[in-house]
């Protein structure tokens, strides 16, 4: 780095990993390390801080916070208290919904409930889901704003604030704000309600018109006798052969070995336009319902997760027959369902997917991690003594910690470990839906912002807010943090916003020779305005092709919260926090 000084260069590099991350052609999973690994390379951190980083106090809590909550997707209270919340009419469901989903969200993973709301939404059939997921989606974000452990992102900048050696937030001290500025939007979101959208969901009238297609094979046939592969029945254009409907019973998954009978009714997914090419085999009657009530008894959709490992994968590239023991005959992307071959069709992240399901399905381990359910097979509940005992354990964590009778991290830690020894959670539940995301992004960020530090860069950055603010307002660099910031939300992920934004927010603060504080919560609420797009925040994603979605949907209303949030923060955070 001879050619360029070290400050511009770890600059540069920053802006670099910027422009990566927000193209979305690197994840920031991996560039945030590789940035992370190349400081260590060249020197820029030392060893000992590069290792500390990954050890850092509230990323151990987080983590911690994240493996109790998988107790709580198992809890009967939350599924119990989803019942109760959709009984009467839309308003007071809307009522409730947004209620108990903003005071769940304040001290539980919002993945969490979001995820258990949203399956029994997706269930009922008196109201239209479309107006009640969105702003489910909403009520959790504003919930996870008013205490430190609602949501990850306030976690993330607790420890920038370790790391930076500054006073970390307490367990409530994000209330005084965060609060007020939930009620406020929640009261918006009720009162304009009547532009939440109308969507008639298709689940219901899904039928093998829509999602797939039948043929009997009838008695004078050639195909009877001869198998699945002699009689090339897996090499059709367009068409994939999922099940076979034999005397009522389903065989899955068909094997290429597996012969055919007479008065068998082939079942096949995909291009389903494509029945011509049905007309090739002489003895094939195309379009005979008699599988219909049999196949629609094992239908079971679900929307893939924010931790699923076939998010930009293809259903051929995974082999999700053999994976999951299911055959997709269906794939929803908001309020579109994809045409064309499935197979190879590249996922994404809350994609919607119809399946047609194996006798085991509901017993693969992997289910958990890769889906959440939106109808048919559950995963197994803890009862419900046990599910209020868990409560009540976690009630207890939390107001000893409130007290600072014992820290957070302790209680969290003896708490799992109680899970663990009454065979609540297991050990490879544990490894399976471990964050290893999360501590590879928070735990480089910190890197990243020490390297800012020990660099000169930071210095760099102090003299340019110096000249870019003077003779203004502290409110004017607040607005233009807050708005930076929500930027960098929209675009990548609140995580990586809160990272990149930090660095920025203590030398704001310095170029004002102001304390650090108002500034940090001006980017700890500004990462948390994911409002108008659904595709930045995980349980946008989660909601999306469930409620069959439009961005537009998003951007009509999430545009009216985002304006009121940014206002109600601003206002609250400069009257409040900045100094006369």
């Known amino acids: 780095m001879d050619w360029i000084a070290l400050d511009w ?48 106090p509230a990323l151990a809590t987080l983590v911690l916070l994240l493996m109790v909550s998988l107790a709580f997707e198992r809890s009967r209270l939350l599924e119990t208290l989803a019942n109760q919340l959709l009984k009467g009419s839309e308003r007071k469901a809307l009522a409730k919904l947004l209620i108990t989903t903003s005071t769940l969200s304040a001290f539980l993973n919002n993945t969490a409930v979001v995820a258990t709301f949203l399956s029994h939404i997706a269930k009922q059939k008196h109201i239209a889901p479309s107006r009640l997921l969105m702003p489910l989606s909403y009520a959790s974000i504003l919930g996870g704003i008013t205490t430190l452990i609602g949501t990850s992102t306030n976690l993330v900048i607790n420890s920038f604030l370790i790391s930076a050696g500054l006073p970390e937030f307490g367990l409530f001290e994000l209330s005084k704000i965060g609060i007020p500025v939930a009620v406020i939007c929640l009261l918006c979101l009720f009162v304009f309600r009547h532009l939440l959208p109308q ?48 005397q009522g019973e389903l065989i899955r998954p068909v094997s290429p070995s597996e012969m055919i009978h007479e008065h068998d009714v ?14 090739h085999y002489p003895g094939l009657r195309v379009g005979d319902d008699s599988a219909s009530k049999t196949l629609n008894n094992n239908l079971v959709e679900v929307v893939i997760s924010n931790q699923s490992e076939l998010a930009g994968k293809t259903l051929q590239s995974v082999d999700f027959r053999t994976m999951f023991n299911a ?10 369902r994809l045409p064309g071959q499935l197979g190879r069709i590249p ?27 939106l ?23 939390l107001t000893l910690a409130a007290l600072q009778l014992m820290p957070l991290f ?50 760099l950055l102090t003299n340019a807010m110096t000249q870019l603010y003077q003779g203004h307002s502290p409110l004017i660099a607040m607005i233009v943090l807050y708005l930076m910031t929500w930027a960098l939300t929209e675009a990548v992920t609140n995580t990586a916003a809160a990272a990149l934004a930090f660095p920025i927010a203590l030398t704001t603060a310095e170029s004002f020779g102001l304390p650090p504080y108002p500034f940090i919560l001006t980017i700890t609420f500004a990462a948390s305005a994911c409002f108008i797009l659904p595709f930045g925040y995980q349980t946008h994603l989660m ?38």
């Not at 082939?266 to 007309?279: D, H, P, R, Y």
């Not at 992240?349 to 119809?354: F, K, Y």
């Not at 109808?375 to 964590?397: D, E």
């Open 327 to 336: 055959a997709v005959i269906g794939i929803h992307r908001g309020d579109k």
């Open 410 to 459: 302790t209680g969290l830690l003896l708490l799992l470990c109680g899970l663990l020894a009454t065979k609540v959670l297991n050990l490879s539940e544990i490894r399976r839906r471990f964050p290893f995301e999360y501590i590879a992004i928070i735990g480089s960020a910190l890197i990243i912002a020490k390297g800012l530090t020990e660099s000169g860069a930071a210095s």
């Open 9 to 56: 260069s770890v600059l540069i590099s920053i802006v670099a990993l910027l422009v990566c991350v927000a193209s979305g052609r690197v994840k920031p999973m991996y560039a945030f390390p590789v940035l992370a690994i190349i400081y260590l390379v060249f020197d820029i951190v030392p060893t000992d801080n590069f290792l500390n980083a990954f050890t850092n």
């Open 543 to 580: 909601v999306y092709s469930a409620g069959r979605y439009t961005p537009k949907d998003f951007v009509k209303i999430g545009s009216l919260l985002a304006i009121v949030y940014a206002i109600t923060i601003i206002t609250l955070l400069y009257t409040i926090t900045i100094p006369d």
């Open 266 to 279: 082939l079942i096949f997914t995909g291009e389903i336009t494509k029945v011509a090419t049905l007309q």
């Open 375 to 397: 109808s048919g097979a559950v995963l197994p509940k803890v009862n419900t003594k046990t599910s209020t005992a868990i409560g009540m354990a976690f009630i207890l964590v």
């Open 199 to 246: 969507h008639q969901h298709d689940r219901e009238t899904s039928s093998e018109n829509n999602y797939f297609l039948t043929a009997q094979v009838t008695s004078d046939s050639n195909l009877i006798g001869r198998s699945i592969e002699q009689n090339q029945l897996r090499q059709l254009d367009g068409l994939y052969l999922i099940e076979i409907e034999r």
């Open 347 to 373: 996922l994404k992240v809350g994609d919607a997917l119809l399946l047609a399901t194996g006798e085991d399905f509901k017993n693969h381990r992997n289910l958990d991690r890769n889906f959440h359910l």
